[in-house]
């Protein structure tokens, strides 16, 4: 771990309770921040053998998926983005893609395109799900659960499937 462990502690510390991982506030989910913090829990317990670190980056894992990997509150559909019922999707939170947890909803089809809006609205975006795919394979290996190298199978399968596409005979990659 690079510079101060008492300052990425007081750090992650206090990202816990101001993004909801801890306590009572309502979870706000950023699958960019979120996938840093992963790694960053881990790397505190690594450094202190703390269990609470362990279990904060557990935490944050189960709300990542319970979050961003339902529609919005403010979307009229519910439920898991891959349509799983309640069950099956708490048992593949990643198979139909995370949202990145912006403030704007994504745009819909039927509203103009607004360039200036665009980077401050939800949906799932390539470059996001790799950083969660590399958090997801940390907590596998510090844990050695495979149920994280499922997901992030599932999550790689979906991701391919949805941005990589072939023009002129030659793969390339939507980044959004």
Not at 35 to 42: G, I, P, Q, T
Not at 146 to 160: D, F, G, I, Q
Request: hydrophobic share 30%; with cysteine; aromatic share 12%.
């Amino acid at each position: 771990m690079f510079g101060s462990f008492d300052l990425a502690e007081k750090t992650m510390n206090n990202y816990a309770r101001e993004t909801g991982i801890l306590g009572d506030c309502k979870p706000r989910r950023c699958l960019w921040t979120d996938s840093f913090a992963v790694c960053n829990y881990l790397g505190l317990y690594r450094t202190s053998k703390n269990e609470c670190y362990m279990q904060l980056a557990l935490k944050l894992v189960d709300q990542v998926h319970f979050v961003l990997g339902r529609h919005r509150e403010d979307d009229p559909r519910r439920g898991w983005i891959s349509g799983m019922n309640e069950k099956e999707g708490k048992r593949h939170p990643t198979i139909g893609g995370l949202r990145i947890g912006k403030r704007l909803p994504e745009c819909r089809s039927e509203e103009p395109f607004d360039e200036s809006l665009e980077w401050k609205r939800d949906g799932q975006y390539y470059h996001y799900l790799t950083r969660w795919i590399h958090a997801l394979n940390r907590i596998s290996q510090e844990t050695k659960y495979p149920v994280y190298n499922l997901w992030v199978t599932e999550l790689a399968k979906t991701m391919h499937a949805a941005f990589v596409y072939e023009k002129n005979g030659q793969r390339r990659i939507y980044g959004r």
